[in-house]
Each structure stands twice: as structure tokens, then as C-alpha cells.
């Protein structure tokens, strides 16, 4: 809607004294024209009409007539969901349960996972990583859901004989340019991250903290998969196992819930268990996920649009007619 106002390009106390000159000029044209006319003068009464028109126009446009529109802005800020997912060799491992109590394998209960995560969160975008020997970003930030369904479908362990040990620290720097770089490209937007692990680590190494990541971030949980009583490997053969270089015998690998938590707490975030009764479509995390999702925030403001150009256009007019007027005179008296 808009209404019709003054808005003082010069500001209130600029354009009051600007229109308080042109108005005492405008008295001061018809003041001299009284007394001039009463001695003979030859101005014309069309010439102080003129003058005092030109002078009430000047004030007028000294206070910026203006129509006062107000309009309604929209800001839209969504999630931006990154998944990480553990493919080492230990993923195989077919001792994790998720809302049943039927054993799965530790990568079936993280596909299933990332379906119950696609699934909280409606009209977001999401990118995908996965992590073995080393980290790779395999699906960039899309709001295309398929694409990460696909992907989470495609997903299968690393190869055994490619594996020198597993650390999940391998994927902190790819994730950490990729986190970056949404960051740069979406600044309103929330973004919140998944890990899904085992939580293993075989390598001797420290393993390195994640807290670096918690600049991008606005929110994260790291989901745990499988169990403490552990299970045998699978190897890419059929039928047979991974051996344990030290022993000779089929490696067993069990989950880590210490390093589950730890990596929770340097990220700031939560943990999920996951087993027969918990899964991430029950946890808290779900429940919270109304709250990152799409933002749309409306504010009201007030545009001021000026409106001068019809006054300027009847004062070029008056002015054209006294220096016509001028002209004439001039010529005359020649």
C-alpha cells in the first residue's frame, strides 16, 4: 500500500531552511511588484506570478514530495545435510541391528541410517563423503535426494588388501573444504553433519582431533554401528574372512563407543547408537530436526520513492517563459 508524503532529500532541518528562503523571496516578488506598480513600474503582474510561482515550486521541491510504499522482504535460508559414511573393511562386519532385532551388517544399518536422514529433512540439500583408505567428497551439495539415495545404495566396503589400517581422521581435510566451501557459497544457511562409523581404529597413529570442523558446522551427530561384542571381517572372496597379520587367524572387530563419543565431543555434537530399540529415525536428533530445516523469514520495510519530476518539469516551463519574456524585453529597449 502506498500513501503520499514528504521526505527532505536535505533532511527536515536542509529543506525547511531552503523553503523558508524561497518563500521569503516569493513574498519579497510581490511586495516590490505592489510598491513598483504604484510608481510605474513595467513589470507585468504575469511576470510576478511567474517569479512567485518559480519560488513556491523551489520550496515545495526542497521537501521532496514522495509516495511511501511498504513492501515485504522474504528471506529463505535451508539445511545443507553432510553425510559421512565409513566404508573400511570392518563395515562388513554382520553384527549391527537397526529397529529389528535381526543381525545386519554395520554398512546395511548405515544405508538404512542415511534413509531415515534423507527423510528428516525435507527441501534440504546434501552432499555426500565417504571414508576408507582415505576420504573423497562422492556427491557434492544437491537438494537432488536421489542422488544420495543412489549413493547410499552403491556403497560397499574397501578392499581388504588396499587397507593398511583404518583411522577416520583421513577424511578431516577433504571434509574440511568441502564444509568450507558451502559455507562460503550458502553464508545464511544451517549446516548440519553425519558421521556413521565403527568407530575402529587400527592404526598405531594418534588419531587427529575433528574440532576444526566445528567453525562450518551449526550442528552434528556421529551414529555408531555395530556392537561391542564384535564379529569376523568378511573378505571380498566368498566365503572367506580378513586375517590378522599378528595372529594368523580371522580378525574380529569390534565397535568403538569410546571413540564414538569422542568424536561426538570435539565435533560438539550428539551420538546415536544404533541397535534394536535405537535408530535414527527415534533419537533425539530426528525430533530436533524440524528445527534446521527450511527458514523462511518475511520483514516489512519502507520504500521511499520521489516524486520530483513534475515539479522540475513546471519549473524548466516557468523558467523558459522568463528568459523568453527576458529576450523580448531586451530587444524592445534596443
Avoid at 529543506?15 to 528562503?21: D, E, N, T
Avoid at 588419531?207 to 558446522?217: A, E, G, K, P
Amino acid at each position: 500500500m502506498s500513501t503520499f508524503g514528504f521526505a527532505p532529500a536535505l533532511g527536515w532541518i536542509g529543506g525547511s531552511l531552503v523553503a523558508a528562503v524561497m518563500v521569503a523571496c516569493a513574498v519579497t516578488c510581490v511586495v516590490l511588484h505592489a510598491r513598483r506598480g504604484a510608481d510605474g513600474t513595467d513589470e507585468t503582474l504575469w511576470s510576478c506570478v511567474r517569479r512567485v510561482l518559480a519560488c513556491v515550486i523551489v520550496a515545495l521541491m526542497a521537501f521532496t514530495p514522495s509516495m511511501v510504499t511498504k513492501t515485504t522482504s522474504r528471506a529463505i535460508s535451508t539445511t545443507d545435510v553432510v553425510i559421512v559414511s565409513d566404508i573400511t573393511p570392518s563395515m562388513g562386519v554382520q553384527d549391527a541391528r537397526y529397529g529389528s532385532k535381526s543381525d545386519l551388517s554395520r554398512l546395511e544399518a548405515a544405508k538404512s541410517a542415511i534413509a531415515d536422514i534423507v527423510r528428516d529433512y525435507p527441501n534440504s540439500s546434501f552432499s555426500a563423503v565417504s571414508v576408507g583408505a582415505s576420504g573423497a567428497v562422492d556427491v557434492p551439495l544437491t537438494p537432488d535426494t536421489r542422488a544420495i539415495t543412489n549413493w547410499a545404495q552403491s556403497l560397499d566396503t574397501e578392499d581388504s588388501s588396499s587397507s593398511s589400517g583404518s583411522s577416520l581422521d583421513v577424511v578431516i581435510d577433504p571434509l574440511l573444504r568441502a564444509l568450507k566451501s558451502i559455507r562460503d557459497a550458502h553464508p545464511d544457511d544451517r549446516i548440519v553433519l553425519y558421521i556413521i562409523t565403527d568407530g575402529e581404529q587400527t592404526v598405531r597413529n594418534t588419531r587427529r582431533t575433528f574440532s576444526s570442523l566445528r567453525h562450518y558446522i551449526d550442528d552434528a551427530c556421529v551414529i555408531g554401528v555395530g556392537s561391542t561384542t564384535g564379529g569376523r571381517i568378511p573378505s571380498k572372496t566368498a566365503g572367506q574372512w580378513v586375517t590378522d597379520p599378528s595372529t594368523g587367524q580371522p580378525g574380529v572387530s569390534i565397535m568403538d563407543e569410546g571413540q564414538i563419543r569422542s568424536l561426538a565431543d570435539e565435533l560438539s555434537g550428539k551420538v546415536v547408537i544404533t541397535s534394536a530399540n535405537d535408530t535414527v529415525a527415534s533419537a533425539q536428533i530426528a525430533q530436533q530436526a524440524g528445527s534446521w530445516r527450511e527458514d523462511d523469514t518475511q520483514k516489512e520495510r519502507t520504500r521511499i520513492n520521489p516524486i520530483v519530476w513534475p515539479l522540475a518539469i513546471a519549473l524548466a516551463a516557468l523558467l523558459a517563459w522568463e528568459l523568453g519574456t527576458w529576450i523580448a524585453t531586451s530587444r524592445r529597449l534596443l
